[in-house]
C-alpha cells in the first residue's frame, strides 16, 4: 500500500463545475500536506499547504484535511478551461528536510 | 526572479552508459532536492542536497548519485542505465528552512531521459 493514494482519472467536467479531487494517507507521522498542479510538459508548482485538520480557502480553491480519517480534498469551484492540468496530493514531514511522498495524480479536463 | 533551470531538458541515452543531469536553483535557495517522474511509479523524492551536503535521501540504488556546489547548483549522475531509468527528472529548489509559507519548493521544468 502507498503511502499517498490517489485516483489518476482521468476526471472530466464541464466548465462552471465544482471539483472534488481526493487523497488518503497513511503513516501519520507527516504533518504537512500539500496539493500541487502540474501542466503539462512543466514541473509541479504549489497551489496550497496545510498544517492542521480543517479547511483552508485561495480564491476558488479550498483544501480539506480531515486526520481523523487520513482524507486530503481539493475543491475547485467555477472551474475553467485552464485547471485543466495534473493535481498531485502531497504530505511532507515537519523537518528540515524535504522528503515528500506524492500521490499518483489526477488528471482533469475542464471543457468548455 | 529567475526560476530554477535544468539542463539538458531531453536526452536520449542507451543502455550502460551514464548520464549527467544540471539544476540551477533560485538564487539564495540552497536546498534542491531530486525527483524521479513516471506514469506507473508517480513522483518519487531521490536526495535533498542543503549547503554541499546530502541531507535526505530516497530508496534508489547507489547508481543514482547527485552533488552540490558552493553556488548551490545541482548535479545528478546515473551510471550503468537501466531501460527502467526513463523518466522525467525534476528538480526543486527551497530556502531549506521550515516555516512561513513552509519553505515552498519550486520545481524547474525537469529533464526527460529517454534510456534505450
Known amino acids: 500500500q502507498k503511502e499517498v493514494e490517489q485516483d489518476p482519472g482521468p476526471l472530466s467536467v464541464p466548465e462552471g463545475a465544482i471539483v472534488s479531487l481526493n487523497c488518503t494517507y497513511s503513516?501519520?507521522?507527516?504533518?504537512?500536506f500539500m496539493w500541487y498542479r502540474q501542466y503539462s510538459r512543466k514541473g509541479p508548482e504549489l497551489l496550497m499547504y496545510?498544517?492542521?485538520?480543517g479547511n483552508k480557502e485561495d480564491g476558488r480553491f479550498t483544501a480539506q484535511v480531515d486526520k481523523s480519517s487520513k482524507y486530503i480534498s481539493l475543491f475547485i469551484r467555477d472551474s475553467q478551461p485552464s485547471d485543466s492540468a495534473t493535481y498531485l496530493c502531497?504530505?511532507?514531514?515537519?523537518?528540515?528536510?524535504?522528503?515528500?511522498?506524492f500521490g499518483a495524480g489526477t488528471r482533469l479536463f475542464v471543457k468548455a | 526572479k529567475a526560476g530554477v533551470t535544468q539542463t539538458p531538458r531531453y536526452l536520449i541515452k542507451t543502455r550502460g552508459q551514464q548520464v549527467t543531469l544540471s539544476c540551477s536553483p533560485i538564487?539564495?535557495?540552497?536546498?534542491v532536492s531530486w525527483y524521479q517522474q513516471t506514469p506507473g511509479q508517480g513522483l518519487q523524492f531521490l536526495f535533498e542536497?542543503?549547503?554541499?551536503?546530502?541531507?535526505n535521501k530516497g530508496n534508489f540504488p547507489g547508481r543514482f548519485s547527485g552533488r552540490q556546489f558552493s553556488n548551490s547548483r545541482s548535479e545528478m549522475n546515473v551510471s550503468t542505465l537501466e531501460l527502467g531509468d526513463s523518466a522525467l527528472y525534476l528538480c526543486?529548489?527551497?530556502?531549506?528552512?521550515?516555516?512561513?509559507?513552509?519553505?515552498?519548493?519550486?520545481f524547474g521544468p525537469g529533464t526527460r531521459l529517454t534510456v534505450l
Open positions: 526543486a529548489s527551497s530556502l531549506g528552512v521550515a516555516g512561513g509559507r513552509f519553505g515552498e519548493q519550486f
Open positions: 542536497y542543503f549547503s554541499e551536503t546530502q541531507r
Open positions: 503513516n501519520s507521522a507527516f504533518q504537512y
Open positions: 496545510t498544517y492542521s485538520s
Open positions: 538564487s539564495g535557495h540552497r536546498s
Open positions: 502531497a504530505k511532507s514531514p515537519y523537518t528540515g528536510g524535504f522528503k515528500t511522498i
